[in-house]
């Protein structure tokens, strides 16, 4: 069982497009960050939310952390083609040390 | 310096071959971790150093064997890899507290051929 379950998957749309994916967990978290990879590259921090019901804003993406701190959105407006990659969640979990751990991802497409 | 370089950025290697994969980090980050990725899968963790001592280990196979020769280096040796260990290795290190995020290196993509 996956801890942090992603959605969608996949997700294709056109230049110009809003869009949200989502990161849902039965388990509550101290804190959650969203990063974005490119093919070949490693993954880039976006943003970390610790505080339930949090909004942060990175020029045309949201973050959103749930009241309860167990789900997370992220909401791009006016898809660019840029935008494209995939999008993981991820959280930290203390076992002896601390260790993030990743969703499945979002394998996000805009096309021109 | 806000990178994390890691090298070689490509590698193939026989089962039979020993070879090392190298991270640099100048952060004066604490913490350093080696992660694999398969081809459409999220990073999964493997090694995690803290204060250059090995700290968790996830089951991973004795063919990889991690070294940390000090705060700002962490090398991943491997011997007698199979082709299913063909995948991403990407390397990273972060401050060490829970609200931190982690940098990345940009891989290391190993074929085991």
């Known amino acids: 069982t996956q801890l942090l379950e992603q959605s969608p998957q996949f997700l294709s749309i056109q230049e110009g497009e809003n869009l949200t994916v989502y990161c849902n967990s039965s388990s509550v978290f101290s804190s959650l960050q969203w990063y974005r990879q490119e093919p070949g590259e490693g993954p880039v921090l976006l943003v970390t939310?610790?505080?339930?019901?949090e909004v942060k804003k990175l020029k045309r993406l949201t973050f959103q952390f749930g009241d309860a701190r167990k789900d997370s959105s992220l909401h791009i407006t006016a898809a660019q083609t840029g935008d494209t990659g995939l999008y993981l969640c991820?959280?930290?979990?203390?076992?002896?040390?601390?260790?993030?751990?990743f969703g499945q991802g979002t394998r996000l497409t805009i096309n021109p | 310096d806000t990178e994390v370089t890691q090298t070689p950025k490509h590698l193939v290697m026989g089962m039979t071959n020993k070879k090392s994969l190298k991270c640099e980090q100048h952060m004066g980050h604490r913490a350093m971790y080696w992660y694999k990725q398969k081809a459409k899968k999220p990073p999964e963790l493997m090694f995690v150093y803290s204060y250059e001592k090995l700290s968790i280990n996830e089951s991973v196979p004795s063919r990889f064997s991690p070294e940390c020769p000090n705060s700002s280096l962490l090398n991943l040796h491997l011997h007698a890899l199979q082709p299913e260990d063909s995948a991403l290795y990407l390397c990273a290190s972060s401050q060490g507290s829970l609200n931190y995020g982690y940098t990345f290196g940009s891989g290391t993509r190993l074929t085991v051929v």
């Open positions: 939310v610790v505080t339930g019901g």
């Open positions: 991820a959280t930290h979990l203390i076992q002896g040390a601390q260790k993030l751990v």
